[in-house]
């Protein structure tokens, strides 16, 4: 008959044995929710940027197009060089308020939001079990 010491031992040395198994398993399944979410977001970032490359040439040529008929237009009242330097100041105006606000669009993308949504959950979990000494798992604020 066993000691009651070495049921208790052994009992302890297989629940740890399973909290280490499921924490592995925890984390394992962690990293391959990273990894399925970081492909996503990667090919629908590739996706955006092909579209972009195919058309942006287009728009570029059909724009230049258009501000030469306005400054020609124009050039009847005005001298040619103040209506180029006018189109011209408004083009770099208009396009550093949409590089702008382009840059603040992307900086609002959340990466991965999937993976720190879980990540956050087990967190909690295992702080409710008793583990107070956890981390509260937060994404990093971007300005």
Not at 27 to 50: C, F, I, P, Y
Not at 63 to 90: D, M, Q, T
Not at 107 to 134: C, I, P, W, Y
Request: aromatic content about 4%; overall charge positive.
């Amino acid at each position: 008959m066993r000691s009651p010491k070495k049921d208790a031992e052994g009992s302890l040395s297989s629940l740890i044995t399973k909290l280490a198994d499921a924490l592995g398993r925890l984390m394992s399944e962690h990293l391959e929710l990273a990894k399925l979410e970081l492909k996503g977001d990667a090919r629908a970032l590739v996706t955006v940027g092909t579209k972009l490359a195919i058309a942006l040439p287009f728009a570029v040529v059909g724009y230049a197009f258009l501000c030469a008929a306005l400054c020609i237009l124009v050039s009847r009242w005005l001298p040619l060089e103040a209506v180029v330097a006018a189109v011209g100041a408004f083009n770099l105006l208009a396009g550093g308020v949409l590089g702008y606000a382009t840059m603040r669009g992307l900086k609002r993308r959340n990466v991965m939001d999937d993976t720190f949504q879980e990540l956050s959950k087990s967190v909690a979990v295992l702080a409710a079990d008793g583990h107070r000494e956890l981390p509260e798992v937060r994404r990093e604020q971007r300005q």
